[in-house]
């Protein structure tokens, strides 16, 4: 656990709760003590009370019995409440840091792991971390001291009842650790089918049109009574475990305490004890099951906390984005807009997961230079924009504007620099000013109503109950194309010096997407814009045109010269122009 995030979470919380902590201290203590006390009371009022028919001392005895229990009663209530609450601080000092540590990983962490797995170490994991407060390692210490001062207690009464017990104690645990496994088993799997149930309820229901289209109806029910009948068949086993456990427990202990009564019997007399020592002896072997019981599952939460710890850690020793200057400013990289210069040298890139996305890549833009790059449907064409972007780092190679390294350029710069338009709209949860602002505080309210009349939305916007405050509660308000203009207003509400504009007429019918390459190249006379476009007729005028292949440049130069010199592009467009006409 060196230098792992739970530690360090713990050593803060530790820190800010020394008194707490001692309290729990003097809790934890004062609950073993205290319960071996009841036991001893009963001796006390057996052998002094109820043998020599003595009542004298009854009432005494009996307020004395009621005030320890009450005492239990609190001390246990004190133990649980300050282990919850310590519980609850530490994770939520560990999420809270792994949340910023979410905003500083390498970004190509999220291209080879999936989303459920990133947050279930959010959830599940922490959640095991949790249980090391509340029922892991202070619970074991709690039930191990119990069983220790139960034995004790027991040995001077009768060191053979004392031995005895000693022997029993691993045949006890032998036998309620095989059944807790089970049980523990069957709870798992059902936990797993339960999931599966409830998965396909909510993937049937996102599915329902294309079910329904495809004519899938009887697929999804047969799947779902499948899962069902599965899910049954491991409920009966989990039931039946938990009907068998309690009983199995009972017949131990009623075992258990017959022996110690046959044991001390007239005829036998082999323990040698008291009839107050036998009563408080069966007390406390009575109290012996419930810790023995509580450790077979302290020390399964304790194990199952570990690799909880364990998957935490490592995923807050992913390496973070480095090589971050952040004394670089935008107006410190790009002084002079009509100026911005990007520039390929040697760029090659591989996810993690994979082969060679690009390789080699040489360019340098112009200044004002409205480039188009085209080629083949996963080529590579997207990936280029992250890496121009900083988002993705060259495995190999290095992109710079006006000389500086993209990688190199803040985060928090980055909106200032760059107006990405991606082929899907994220929406975030929020207003629809907020949708385009990101709540970016230096975004007036003017700038994003010019953003969105720029790209014609702010007559529907102004349509809505509450205009530009309308919650935006589901992404069902706004259509695909919409969606897409709004993608472009987010992007240009900083009126970026370089627009990345990813396949933006997708979704657009073709009077809007005239409209908005209209718009778009009337602005974007003082842009750097770099745009994505699969059907040529709706690319921007460009100045030119790069040709991607095989992850290579393979023709670059003015849309007319590659009608002239390069086959597939004159291919590319004839073939276009006859579907078009
Ligand atoms: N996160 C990722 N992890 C691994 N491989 C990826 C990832 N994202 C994309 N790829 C792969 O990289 C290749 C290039 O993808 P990219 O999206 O850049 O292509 P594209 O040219 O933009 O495609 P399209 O024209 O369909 O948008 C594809 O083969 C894709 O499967």
Not at 374 to 392: A, D, E, P
Request: glycine share 6%; aromatic share 8%; net charge neutral.
């Amino acid at each position: 656990m060196n230098n792992s995030l739970t530690k360090k979470s713990l050593y803060q919380v530790i820190q800010k709760n020394q008194g707490l902590i001692a309290l729990l201290i003097f809790v934890v203590l004062g609950v073993v003590v205290i319960s071996l006390i009841p036991p001893q009371i009963l001796k006390i009022i057996i052998d002094n009370n109820l043998v020599p028919k003595n009542r004298e001392g009854l009432m005494r005895w009996a307020i004395v019995y009621l005030i320890v229990l009450l005492f239990i009663g609190v001390f246990d209530f004190l133990k649980e409440a300050i282990l919850t609450v310590l519980g609850q601080r530490v994770t939520k000092e560990i999420r809270m840091e792994m949340m910023v540590k979410l905003g500083k990983i390498n970004s190509q962490f999220f291209s080879s792991h999936e989303t459920g797995a990133v947050v279930s170490r959010f959830t599940n994991d922490v959640d095991a971390i949790n249980t090391l407060f509340t029922s892991g390692v202070v619970g074991m210490v709690i039930s191990s001291f119990k069983i220790i001062g139960i034995v004790i207690s027991i040995w001077f009464f009768s060191y053979k009842l004392g031995l005895l017990t000693l022997l029993l104690l691993p045949i006890i645990y032998g036998i309620i650790r095989l059944f807790q496994k089970r049980m523990l088993q069957a709870q798992i799997k059902n936990r797993i089918l339960v999931g599966q149930v409830n998965n396909h309820i909510s993937e049937s229901l996102n599915n329902m049109l294309m079910i329904k289209s495809y004519s899938k109806e009887k697929y999804m029910e047969q799947n779902y009574n499948r899962y069902l009948l599965d899910n049954f068949l491991t409920l009966d086993k989990v039931n039946f475990y938990d009907a068998v456990f309690s009983p199995l427990i009972q017949i131990l202990r009623a075992i258990v305490i017959a022996s110690i009564v046959i044991l001390s019997s007239a005829q036998l007399n082999f323990l040698g004890m008291s009839l107050g020592m036998i009563a408080a002896s069966i007390e406390l072997i009575s109290n012996l099951f419930e810790p023995v019981e509580n450790l077979g599952m302290q020390l399964q939460n304790i194990q199952q906390a570990v690799s909880g710890v364990r998957r935490v850690n490592e995923f807050y020793m992913e390496p973070e984005e480095d090589g971050k200057n952040d004394k670089l400013t935008a107006a410190k990289i790009i002084p002079d807009r009509s100026a911005v210069r990007l520039k390929f040298d040697n760029v090659s890139f591989r996810y993690e997961t994979g082969t060679d996305i690009l390789k080699n890549i040489n360019l340098t833009l112009n200044p004002l230079e409205k480039v188009t790059f085209v080629g083949r449907t996963g080529v590579g064409k997207s990936t280029l924009f992250k890496l121009i972007m900083g988002t993705l780092q060259p495995t190999e190679g290095v992109i710079s504007i006006n000389g500086i390294d993209v990688c190199a350029i803040p985060n928090r710069e980055k909106r200032r620099i760059f107006g990405y338009v991606e082929q899907r709209f994220h929406f975030i949860k929020g207003t629809v000013a907020e949708q385009i602002s990101l709540q970016d505080e230096g975004i007036t309210r003017g700038k994003i109503e010019e953003a969105l009349r720029f790209v014609g939305m702010m007559e529907y916007i102004e349509s809505l109950e509450n205009s530009l405050d309308t919650e935006v509660t589901s992404d069902s308000l706004f259509s695909q194309g919409q969606q897409q203009l709004l993608a472009i207003a987010r992007a240009i509400v900083t009126d970026p010096p370089l627009l990345l504009l990813d396949e933006i007429t997708a979704n657009l019918d073709s009077i809007t997407e005239e409209r908005v390459i209209s718009v778009l190249q009337k602005a974007s006379s003082a842009h750097t814009v770099l745009s994505i476009s699969h059907r040529l007729s709706s690319m921007i005028a460009s100045d030119s045109v790069v040709i991607l292949e095989n992850g290579r440049v393979k023709n670059a130069g003015s849309p007319e010269v590659l009608l002239q010199d390069d086959d597939w592009f004159s291919s590319q467009v004839a073939l276009e122009r006859l579907t078009w006409h």
